[in-house]
């Protein structure tokens, strides 16, 4: 287990308390519970003085997210190595840049569960904002400034095809172009209602098990509804339910496809009562294998 606590990569502070939230919520003791030999190794450095240092136009925070997200890479390739399962705590999704980079060497040909309200495949170029953290499915594809596609390794990490995006119901103009152009697999919102949840997590299963030898989780918790997750910063009403979610990391366990995952964008000071970390350890919960018999 490894806490990212990072939050250079929006524009809402406090999600960088994340890991610390869900290390409070107990997620040591849940995956423990289970009979996993689990160690904590901390959280990685967060080189704030470098915020605002050599900015490039409409990526904030570049440098510093860069050298966040390179240390990140470096630790969860030492955790492969070691023949380990990383799981990482965010911190905001930015921080999936070194995740997957991390991640991609291991494997000919890893596949990526998105699990999210957003695509996250924007570039300085089609993004409103300039937040990166709305950027790092379009790095880990190739696509964007090359001190983040680069990290670890030169660009792609991953192919287009080897990609599934679940629970989207925000995207940008830009992002539905690149979802068009490179036809990845996209599950909105209006998918998971008129197919439900177990054929919709079937289907991704199917779709990414034969020709992935690796499938990385990045679960961000605004992907839920707000109701169950109100503790994160770009929330969006109509999102998969606590139990939706729950059912699908349930199914995905009983798959044994994950080799890495990571739970995102938890921020404490918009949350009540810590409920959203609370859901993001009953998920990791259900991801490593709980049962109610």
């Not at 990045?218 to 503790?231: E, M, R, T, Y």
């Not at 199914?251 to 918009?270: Q, R, W």
Request: aromatic share 4%; with cysteine.
């Amino acid at each position: 287990m490894l806490g990212v606590p990072l939050d250079l990569g929006q524009s809402r502070r406090g999600v960088d308390m994340g890991p610390s939230a869900i290390r409070y919520a107990g997620a040591m003791e849940r995956i423990q519970a289970l009979g996993y030999d689990i160690e904590d190794r901390g959280d990685i450095s967060i080189k704030k003085e470098d915020v605002g240092k050599e900015d490039v136009e409409n990526l904030i925070n570049l440098h510093a997210v860069t050298k966040a997200n390179t240390e990140l890479a470096a630790m969860t390739t030492a955790i492969f190595k070691e023949g380990r399962f990383p799981l990482v705590l965010g911190g905001d999704h930015s921080m999936a840049i070194g995740s997957i980079a991390g991640a991609a060497p291991h494997f000919q040909n890893l596949g990526v569960i998105w699990y999210d309200a957003h695509g996250d495949l924007n570039t300085a170029e089609t993004s409103p904002s300039g937040n990166i953290h709305g950027m790092p499915l379009a790095v880990s594809l190739g696509l964007g400034h090359p001190l983040l596609t680069e990290i670890n390794g030169k660009a792609p990490k991953l192919k287009p095809e080897n990609v599934v995006i679940i629970g989207a119901r925000e995207l940008d103009g830009g992002e539905k172009k690149f979802i068009r152009d490179l036809g990845i697999n996209v599950y909105t919102m209006h998918e998971v209602d008129r197919l439900g949840m177990p054929e919709v997590i079937e289907q991704t299963i199917d779709y990414l098990k034969d020709k992935c030898d690796g499938v990385h989780l990045s679960l961000d918790l605004d992907g839920l509804d707000p109701q169950d997750a109100p503790g994160v910063g770009t929330p969006v009403i109509g999102g998969l339910s606590y139990r939706e979610s729950h059912l699908a990391m349930e199914i995905i366990a009983e798959s044994d496809i994950i080799t890495s995952a990571e739970f995102v964008e938890v921020n404490p000071i918009l949350d009540e009562k810590n409920k959203t970390a609370e859901t993001a350890v009953a998920l990791m919960g259900s991801l490593f294998g709980e049962k109610l018999k």
